[in-house]
């Protein structure tokens, strides 16, 4: 199972940045579908941004436009640079890897929060 953690979150002024990485150990990370959750208190976990083993990537709405996921497969990292960012942005932040073949994601990270502050 491939191991996830997550780092760069912290708290942050409304109208600000942060950026989320998400290191994944092996040596099978370019096939992997990544993807970024988050969870707010007393709400649903949300898929953020996912990005596919070839670069693909999409966003929820939401986010579109202020989120940018990206990967470096040489590095078995990825990014989530978050802009602009508002205080319904604050939530615990989740990265998550899906083997091929796989429907659901099936190796999550510890989780890493986030705090905008208005």
């Known amino acids: 199972q491939v191991q996830l953690v997550e780092s760069g979150g912290g708290l942050v002024q409304a109208g600000g940045s942060l950026r989320l990485s998400c290191a994944a150990s092996?040596?099978?990370?370019?096939?992997?579908?990544m993807g970024w959750y988050r969870q707010a208190p007393g709400k649903q976990r949300e898929l953020v941004a996912a990005?596919?083993?070839?670069?693909?990537?999409n966003y929820a709405d939401s986010v579109k436009g202020r989120f940018t996921l990206s990967r470096d497969n040489a590095k078995n990292t990825v990014y989530l640079q978050m802009d602009s960012l508002k205080p319904e942005d604050t939530a615990t932040y989740y990265c998550?890897?899906?083997?091929?073949?796989?429907?659901?994601?099936?190796?999550w990270g510890q989780g890493t929060q986030v705090t905008v502050s208005s």
């Open positions: 092996g040596r099978t990370f370019s096939y992997l579908s």
């Open positions: 990005i596919t083993s070839g670069g693909k990537s």
């Open positions: 998550a890897a899906k083997r091929p073949g796989f429907h659901d994601y099936n190796s």
